[in-house]
């Protein structure tokens, strides 16, 4: 477009035409806003005007004023803006040779102008007014009435109508598909961002990608598509791939001089880094962009930012009177303006303020009004208002009120998480019911009840794990080519159609799902799931005693249950436990790889004194027998604590106490019926000596090794297995568990793929590195080898927190092997096992540390 834009602009000076120059150089900067590059648009609109004023070609210096508008908007300069909107209607008013129906579109164009200005500053119900105008009075062009119907599905979402948001976003893309095709990128983009902030996650995501790829294959930059990415990743709190996102856009944007735009971006970003715990940075964000929204004559942009700024100040604990009340000013504002999303959290912002502030009275309006706010809100919105109805009844002092906010707010996330594709969105979605989850644990512990501790506790824990995919999502592990990965794209990282991580330009990681091939799933009602009572639990543990930790404002608490009574232990500081462990995994890694005698000594002796402490942190206050055998179950980052080696007796953990008594009772069910399988993962010192020595302790069993231990082999193996023996490398992902992974012949075969083929042997013993080291998320979650095991119905797994000596271990796997075919329990047997080891050498030291079962077959 740009070359024929030039070359009538070249006619035109021949020429010396005014009217055919004004119109080529209009056309000409069109072509670079296109591309988002309005600094070099404005000096063409420049040129133009002063042609068309010369020589009192009115009708085309109108249309140039209008897109100067426009540009000079969208560089941040509010007032040039309106001024030239003026100079517009000004100069068609003295074109006199227009015919009416032209004048009656130039107007409506006009119109259009007018409502983005209301709109971009922030004033919702103005804007919505104006876009309803010009629609229904039919003067538009196709792409102006595109462009408005779009605007208009954006302030509707903005104020919390999703569903005719939805409806006029559909027309829009209709309209620029039959046709406006160069509009149907961007528009598709905004029915993406509108789809997933209105829970329709599928659908979003879906048109997320189609834009993305409409822009990369025209070349056009990409600054708003992550600005408004940013929102769809923060909604699923893929944090860091919505920080990259913003980060990008703030760069894509300030090199672009897009001054409007990148104030959004900015506060995206500030946004991000307060909900990634960095405040202080979240704090300077947020004023800069407020100043750059004062500037703009932004109002309402500009009490988002400083409500940001507010909230970064109250994180970082330096939050007083005046942002109180700046929080009251900002929330009564964006209520006018019609923004319910911001206003809900402006309004619960307040609240806490005021809570910070000893001043209860003071946030009880506030809390109260986001309450309301939010019940016409999406599940998102509507989970805010929650919190804020639970902060104000505990204020007033109604346990009984606190519960019921809490409770039905979790109803809300277990419909919004039962929609999430896989078990890593689901796990992550849990995050935005944290806050209600440990309210509630307040004042059920205040209540000094085990057994409801213990059923609340239950409510939160795991419960991402409780879902399986439906069939239709299940992907097989695909066929590799003989040199290992996948067949079908050599360059990718490792993992199943389900979920990769891939780059949509530069550096910005984020996850791809194959929504294209998934069933949109509609938000439905669930089942939580049925928590099993005291009774019932101690029935499965059969004289075991259970330890379930929680957490509540940084101090550890636990229930334990025992056959006759269940008690409540205050165990002290998490920031203790995080102290002590550090360092005992730190001197873990160094003994397994000793490099001389006297820094493997250093290692130990490091070592034990950790393990002691943790004893006295964990175990001690519990009032255990020393042989008493233990079911634990963490929480946060106590799932990385070598729990074995804290405790004298058998021990087992779980994600759950729920998921550890359906386990006992798939144990119970099942018996030992079912084939062994053993697996030789190339590359590994030791694998083939291990599985020959485990060959006699299974004399039937199915061996699979060398060029024999191939994915598709190994996993229909293991599919109807009784137990299954994997000694393989292990690969672990800390930033996406789901893709840690175990080396076979043909490559690697990750977590996420073993998951989705519905693997799940009755027994599975990880022989492998890092198999155990399962990591945390926020909301009560952990996903790993081991929850995504016990998730698809694995009864019993045992694996390794930490790296594995190869050869040592296998003397620790024969004994454990032996054990179970005396038909003792995992736990049981690798108690026996690890009481064998030679713990005065360091790799022995270390496999008897680092070593768990999990669950209860």
């Not at 909900?275 to 309402?300: K, N, V, Y």
């Not at 119905?793 to 024969?814: E, N, R, W």
């Amino acid at each position: 477009m740009e070359p024929q834009a030039q070359a009538v602009v070249v006619v035109a000076r021949a020429r010396k035409d005014p009217e055919l120059l004004g119109l080529s150089l209009r056309l000409l900067a069109a072509t670079f806003r296109a591309r988002w590059d309005d600094s070099s648009a404005r000096p063409l609109l420049d040129e133009a005007l002063r042609v068309t004023r010369r020589h009192r070609v009115w009708h085309v210096a109108a249309t140039v004023l209008a897109s100067r508008a426009s540009v000079q908007h969208e560089l941040g300069d509010v007032r040039a803006a309106a001024r030239d909107l003026d100079a517009a209607l000004a100069a068609m008013s003295r074109a006199t040779s227009i015919e009416p129906a032209e004048r009656a579109r130039f107007l409506a164009r006009v119109g259009l102008s007018l409502a983005v200005v209301e709109q971009h500053a922030g004033r919702l119900t103005e804007s919505e007014q104006r876009y309803r105008a010009i629609l229904a009075s039919e003067a538009l062009d196709p792409r102006s009435a595109a462009i408005a119907t779009n605007n208009l599905a954006l302030v509707l979402a903005e104020r919390g109508d999703y569903d005719e948001a939805i409806d006029a976003a559909d027309a829009a893309v209709a309209l620029a598909t039959s046709q406006v095709p160069s509009l149907e990128a961007p528009l598709v983009q905004s029915r993406a961002w509108i789809a997933v902030r209105a829970g329709r996650l599928q659908e979003g995501m879906r048109d997320f990608d189609r834009s993305a790829q409409a822009y990369v294959a025209a070349g056009i930059p990409l600054g708003e598509y992550y600005t408004e990415y940013a929102d769809a990743m923060t909604d699923l709190r893929l944090l860091p791939e919505a920080a990259a996102a913003a980060a990008r856009a703030v760069e894509e944007l300030d090199a672009a001089g897009l001054q409007l735009m990148l104030t959004e971006a900015q506060m995206r970003l500030a946004r991000i880094s307060l909900l990634t715990g960095r405040a202080q940075e979240a704090g300077e964000l947020a004023d800069e962009a407020a100043q750059a929204a004062r500037r703009q004559r932004r109002a309402t942009w500009s009490a988002r930012a400083q409500l940001i700024g507010v909230e970064a100040r109250l994180q970082a604990g330096t939050a007083g009177l005046d942002e109180l009340a700046v929080a009251r000013r900002a929330a009564g504002r964006l209520e006018s303006s019609g923004d319910l999303h911001s206003a809900v959290e402006a309004y619960l912002v307040a609240g806490r303020v005021a809570l910070d502030l000893d001043r209860p009275r003071s946030a009880a309006p506030a809390l109260s009004r986001a309450r309301s706010l939010a019940e016409r809100g999406q599940v998102l919105v509507r989970l805010r208002g929650r919190v804020a109805g639970a902060l104000a009844e505990r204020a007033s002092g109604n346990p009984a009120g606190v519960l019921a906010e809490c409770r039905a707010g979790l109803r809300d996330l277990a419909v919004h998480r039962s929609v999430m594709p896989t078990i890593e969105l689901r796990a992550l979605a849990s995050g935005h019911g944290a806050e209600l989850g440990e309210i509630g644990l307040g004042v059920v512990l205040a209540g000094a009840s085990p057994a409801r501790t213990l059923a609340w506790m239950e409510r939160t824990r795991a419960a991402a794990l409780s879902t399986r995919l439906p069939a239709s999502d299940v992907p097989v592990v695909r066929p590799r080519s003989p040199s290992g990965g996948d067949a079908q794209a050599q360059d990718a990282e490792p993992g199943g159609a389900d979920v990769s991580r891939s780059r949509v330009g530069g550096d910005v990681r984020v996850p791809v799902l194959d929504w294209s091939a998934r069933q949109d799933v509609a938000p439905k009602l669930v089942a939580l799931p049925q928590v099993p009572g005291l009774a019932a639990t101690r029935e499965a543990l059969d004289g075991r005693t259970l330890v379930e930790l929680g957490k509540l404002e940084g101090r550890l608490v636990a229930v334990v249950v025992e056959s006759r009574r269940a008690r409540l232990v205050e165990l002290g500081a998490e920031e203790q436990v995080a102290t002590e462990l550090r360092p005992l995994l730190f001197a873990l890694r160094r003994l397994a790889n000793p490099r001389g005698g006297a820094a493997a000594e250093a290692a130990r002796a490091s070592a034990d004194l950790r393990i002691a402490r943790l004893r006295d942190l964990l175990i001690a206050p519990l009032g255990v027998g020393a042989q008493d055998e233990l079911v634990v179950v963490p929480v946060g980052m106590l799932h990385g604590v070598p729990w074995s080696c804290l405790h004298d007796g058998p021990l087992a953990q779980a994600p759950s106490a729920t998921f550890w008594v359906r386990t006992r009772r798939a144990a119970l069910a099942r018996g030992r019926t079912g084939s062994t399988v053993l697996v030789a993962g190339p590359d590994l010192v030791g694998a083939n000596e291990e599985i020959d020595a485990l060959r006699a302790v299974h004399p039937g069993a199915l061996v699979l090794d060398r060029a024999d231990a191939q994915a598709h082999t190994v996993v229909a193996a293991l599919a109807d297995a009784d137990l299954a023996h994997l000694a393989c490398h292990g690969s672990p992902r800390a930033d996406n568990p789901m893709f840690s992974s175990l080396l076979l012949a043909d490559g690697p075969v990750t977590v996420q793929e073993l998951h989705g083929a519905g693997v799940a042997p009755h027994r599975l013993v990880l022989a492998s590195c890092h198999s155990g080291a399962d990591v945390a998320y926020l909301g009560d979650e952990v996903l790993g080898f081991v929850s995504a095991m016990l998730a698809q119905g694995t009864a019993g797994v045992v694996a390794s927190i930490a790296a594995v000596p190869d050869v040592a271990a296998v003397d620790l796997m024969l004994e454990l092997h032996r054990g179970l075919q005396d038909g003792l329990t995992l736990a049981r047997a690798l108690h026996a096992a690890r009481g064998r080891v030679d713990r005065s050498t360091p790799e022995g030291f270390v496999n008897w540390c680092t070593f768990s079962a999990h669950g209860a077959a």
